[in-house]
Each structure stands twice: as C-alpha cells, then as structure tokens.
C-alpha cells in the first residue's frame, strides 16, 4: 500500500481511501512443511479531484507498486493482485 500510494501521489493523483482484502493459501512444500504458497491482494481505491486513473493507469499503478513492494520482493511465496474497481 505504501509504495502504491507514493507512487499514485508522484504521477499527481489523490487518493480518498485504500482497502485491501488479503487472502492466502496454504499447502505443504516440497520438503512436507506448511507455507504460505500464494498470497491474492484485492485493493480497492477510491481517488479524490478532477484526475483519476483510467483502468489501464490503474493497473500500471499496482503492478509499479508490486514491482518495488519489499514484501514482494523478499520472499518465495507468490503474491497477485486482483484490482477491486471502486
């Protein structure tokens, strides 16, 4: 969310609310342990002013988030987002 919002603010949009509903699955690894295998965000944003994002700037606003998430970044389970349209 941090990233989105830093970013969403650089590119001169004005973010009203952020929400996000986390879900998760759990599966044993290959080695039998139980980890968190895929992680599906689903952020809804609700924007402020005259300027708001078409459905493509939106999309690259969230996929520009996720590619600099350090979340994302630092471990091996797989994170989606499946973007919420507000």
Sequence with gaps: MLWFLSIAARQGFVVDHYHDIAEGIMEKD???????????????VKFLGEKQPTSIELEQLHHQAHDECFIANSVKTE????????
């Design 30 to 44: 290959s080695g039998g342990k139980l980890m968190m295998s895929v992680v599906t965000l689903h952020p809804a």
């Design 79 to 86: 994170v989606r987002c499946e973007i919420q349209v507000t």
